[in-house]
């Protein structure tokens, strides 16, 4: 039996991602162009690997959740 962990995607779609962040497409889109989330391309899809949103929860998590 696989963990929880072992059976998330280590990419995440667009939809995923916005859902799991409770945010509008438009605000991860924004987050995305300006480089404080990462993601990668694959063919004409863009996903985020679990990792870059760990590490965009922890940094909202240094600096107190506010810009």
Same mark, same amino acid.
């Given at each position: !039996?696989?963990?929880?962990q072992? !059976?998330?995607?280590?990419?995440?779609?667009?939809?995923?991602?916005?859902?799991?962040?409770? /945010?509008?497409?438009?605000? @991860?889109?924004? @987050?995305?162009?300006?480089?404080?989330?990462?993601?990668?391309? /694959?063919g004409?899809?863009?996903?985020?690997?679990?990792?870059? /949103?760990?590490?965009?929860?922890?940094?909202?998590?240094?600096?107190?959740?506010?810009?």
């Open positions: !039996m696989q963990t929880e072992a !059976m998330q995607p280590r990419l995440n779609t667009i939809e995923q991602t916005s859902d799991r962040l409770g /945010i509008c497409r438009a605000n @991860l889109y924004n @987050l995305l162009g300006s480089g404080q989330l990462r993601s990668v391309k /694959i004409r899809r863009r996903l985020v690997p679990e990792q870059a /949103i760990a590490d965009f929860i922890t940094a909202l998590e240094a600096v107190g959740g506010t810009e």
